[in-house]
């Protein structure tokens, strides 16, 4: 009986201790990763305002071969939608809206995922040149997490920044070709 007790009170801890750390962590969270490209600002732009192109250079739309996506008004501009549907825990089903767009300087989308999990994020991309016929493409992931899923912000870098970055990766050996 006192081993139960033992695993009991030391459950009843690591529980009490995960509320206590996510009492105390922020709700709202921000990812930035950027890259350099070799092509004119006004190129790079032009492309990355197509939420069609993610299905070449975004590493969670190549995670799932058999992923289904539907595209709804008219891409890189405000309003169309990416929508996604896999059947891989990794992807989910969600969809991402183009909510603002500043000619050759940003596109702003607002993604609401629906599974895995719930959740409503934002995403700014922001290009500028660098000089020399390049380009710095920057990548913001932005939200709120409610208590105590805002436990995972504190792993929202490692969770999300190193494929953010793999798509900027991707994003430069396409546009260098």
Do not use: H
Not at 57 to 73: A, F, H, R
Not at 97 to 122: H, L, Y
């Amino acid at each position: 009986m006192s081993i139960l007790i033992t695993i009991l009170a030391v459950i009843g801890s690591l529980i009490a201790l995960f509320l206590i750390i996510a009492f105390f962590t922020p709700r709202e969270f921000s990812v930035e990763k950027q890259i350099t490209i070799s092509k004119a600002k006004q190129e790079v732009f032009n492309y990355l305002k197509l939420l069609k192109n993610q299905e070449y250079y975004s590493i969670w739309v190549m995670k799932d071969p058999n992923i289904k996506l539907v595209y709804t008004g008219n891409d890189g501009t405000v309003g169309a939608t990416s929508a996604w549907t896999s059947d891989d825990k990794n992807v989910g089903v969600g969809e991402q809206e183009i909510k603002k767009i500043t000619d050759g300087e940003s596109m702003e989308v607002e993604i609401r995922f629906k599974k895995p999990f719930q959740a409503t994020n934002n995403a700014v991309t922001t290009v500028s040149s660098a000089g020399n016929g390049q380009t710095t493409v920057s990548n913001l992931f932005y939200g709120k997490s409610k208590f105590p899923m805002n436990f995972s912000n504190l792993f929202m870098g490692k969770l999300v920044g190193k494929d953010m970055q793999k798509n900027l990766e991707n994003l430069k050996v396409i546009l260098e070709k």
